[in-house]
């Protein structure tokens, strides 16, 4: 994550636009030390973001566009910081990410199958098809049920 050591600097206004995050979630990312402080200039007081730092906030617009929470980017990039980088945190921070993104696909799906299931019941209702409609919604109401009982992981 170091940077390319041009000695260009940018402005919020030109990272933003780089990275594909808004301004106002930069400065929440530094808020909340995500990233940490950016330079300031001496006159003005804005920020002055380096080649580092864009190339930190790359990775971390990707972190962010894989849904990973505010806390686990954190632990990311203050692993990636240090000298002695522990590359094993990196692999378990974006293989539970991993995890949490296949148990919405799964979430997902069971939606999904429960909006086919009722939009079969209706059409087997528009048929006058009772007994399919019957089937049909006694699924529907299992679907929803685990849909209910469904318990994400914290």
Same mark, same amino acid.
């Given at each position: 994550m170091a940077g390319t050591g041009s000695g260009r600097t940018? !402005? @919020?206004k030109e990272v933003a636009?780089?990275?594909g995050l808004p301004p106002s979630t930069?400065?929440?990312y530094e808020d909340v030390s995500v990233i940490p402080a950016?330079?300031?200039?001496?006159s003005s007081g804005h920020r002055i973001?380096?080649?580092?730092?864009?190339?930190?906030l790359t990775w971390v617009a990707c972190l962010s566009a894989s849904g990973? !929470? @505010?806390a686990d980017m954190r632990d990311y990039v203050r692993s990636g910081l240090g000298v002695d980088r522990d590359i094993s945190e990196f692999i378990s921070l974006l293989e539970q990410q991993d995890a949490r993104l296949q148990?919405?696909?799964q979430i997902i799906e069971l939606r999904r199958e429960f909006l086919h299931t009722k939009v079969e019941y209706w059409r087997a209702v528009k048929r006058e098809d009772a007994l399919e409609a019957e089937r049909l919604d006694t699924c529907a109401r299992e679907l929803a049920e685990r849909l209910k009982s469904w318990s994400p992981r914290s």
């Open positions: 940018y !402005s @919020i636009a780089l990275v930069l400065r929440y950016i330079a300031r200039d001496p973001y380096t080649e580092g730092d864009l190339e930190l990973m !929470s @505010i148990e919405e696909v």
